[in-house]
T-cell receptor, first 115, second 112 residues
Framework: GAVVSQHPSRVICKSGTSVKIECRSLDFQATTMFWYRQFPKQSLMLMATSNEGSKATYEQGVEKDKFLINHASLTLSTLTVTSAHPEDSSFYIC???????????FGSGTRLTVV | GESVGLHLPTLSVQEGDNSIINCAYSNSASDYFIWYKQESGKGPQFIIDIRSNMDKRQGQRVTVLLNKTVKHLSLQIAATQPGDSAVYFCAETITGNTPLVFGKGTRLSVIA
């Protein structure tokens, strides 16, 4: 079945630094990837939608200059949290859409802790 | 029984009993719905899906019911097992290049 590899699974960074999270679709082409954020005991909240080769579309309230999304190929999308602060600590999850069947495949998530 | 905590409601069931998890979805235009299971520290795991042209779909030990009139979705788990303990989310979307919108989630706790 379709697999999305997300790395790193856990990262701790200092306040003010940047962190990059990668999501790769391993056996299918993903023209669209979705990035979600999940705070403890809450649901997944959509942050942005990225289409290969074009700029990401951000949800209301999500700062595009803080959460940089790059989707340069059909198998790789990255989310960079710039100048991270403790309030950015969260669980970040990507989801890739298989352009062939509109199926959704989720990564395993990245636990970001900013200290 | 079911209780509503600060964020996630919790459903506690005895092992072997059937579980019913409910979800109210938001967009009457949504035509595709998925139930996910999420264990601690992991990404969502697909359980079962249903399209709006159906009102019931069955899988192995799971059944999803869709009531479009009241925008309600439910997940039934038969003979609940300890391994079913997790948080369950419903998600909705409009078929196409569109994201899934997740419901609030329910924590299922199975009592052995």
């Amino acid at each position: 079945g379709a697999v999305v590899s997300q790395h790193p699974s856990r990262v701790i960074c200092k306040s003010g630094t940047s962190v990059k999270i990668e999501c790769r679709s391993l056996d299918f082409q993903a023209t669209t990837m979705f990035w979600y954020r999940q705070f403890p005991k809450q649901s997944l909240m959509l942050m942005a939608t990225s289409n290969e080769g074009s700029k990401a579309t951000y949800e209301q309230g999500v700062e595009k200059d803080k959460f940089l999304i790059n989707h340069a190929s059909l198998t790789l999308s990255t989310l960079t949290v710039t100048s991270a602060h403790p309030e950015d600590s969260s669980f970040y999850i990507c989801s890739a859409m298989d352009s062939g069947n509109y199926g959704y495949t989720f990564g395993s998530g990245t636990r970001l802790t900013v200290v | 029984g079911e209780s509503v905590g600060l964020h996630l409601p919790t459903l506690s069931v005895q092992e072997g009993d059937n579980s019913i998890i409910n979800c109210a979805y938001s967009n009457s235009a949504s035509d595709y719905f998925i139930w996910y299971k999420q264990e601690s520290g992991k990404g969502p795991q697909f359980i079962i899906d249903i399209r709006s042209n159906m009102d019931k779909r069955q899988g192995q030990r799971v059944t999803v019911l869709l009531n479009k009139t009241v925008k309600h979705l439910s997940l039934q788990i038969a003979a609940t097992q300890p391994g079913d303990s997790a948080v369950y989310f419903c998600a909705e979307t409009i078929t196409g290049n569109t994201p899934l919108v997740f419901g609030k989630g329910t924590r299922l706790s199975v009592i052995a």
